[in-house]
Nanobody
Framework: QVHLVESGGGLVQAGDSLRLSCAVSGRTFNSYAMGWFRQAPGKEREFVTA????????SYADSVQGRFSISRDNAKNTVYLQMNSLKPEDTAVYYCALILGSGLSSKTSEYDYWGQGTQVTVSS
């Protein structure tokens, strides 16, 4: 069994920053990519960013490019999402997800494990 636990969400004002963390525990794998997704009320879950195991490949949604940054510490089995210049439209539940192997993906269906989510609320 694999467990992904997000933390770091909260209520902030527009322009503020937050850093989310996602800790992976349970089974170990040779390599896996990690992604962040978000889901706002009444909307579908959408891709935010993803990072390969080695960190040499990264992908961002256009809406967060230049403001958000993904990183990982494989020794700690933890991935981070640094969110700067937050906007009210960034308000959502943020989920981390794991995809086995080396491929990156923006599709929810291709991820193998998911966390329970953490709420991020940005006030104007």
């Amino acid at each position: 069994q694999v467990h992904l636990v997000e933390s770091g969400g909260g209520l902030v004002q527009a322009g503020d920053s937050l850093r989310l963390s996602c800790a992976v525990s349970g089974r170990t794998f040779n390599s896996y990519a990690m992604g962040w997704f978000r889901q706002a009320p009444g909307k579908e879950r959408e891709f935010v960013t993803a990072l390969s195991w080695s960190g040499d490949r990264v992908s961002y949604a256009d809406s967060v490019q230049g403001r958000f940054s993904i990183s990982r510490d494989n020794a700690k089995n933890t991935v981070y999402l640094q969110m700067n210049s937050l906007k009210p439209e960034d308000t959502a539940v943020y989920y981390c997800a794991l995809i086995l192997g080396s491929g990156l993906s923006s599709k929810t269906s291709e991820y193998d494990y998911w966390g329970q989510g953490t709420q991020v609320t940005v006030s104007s």
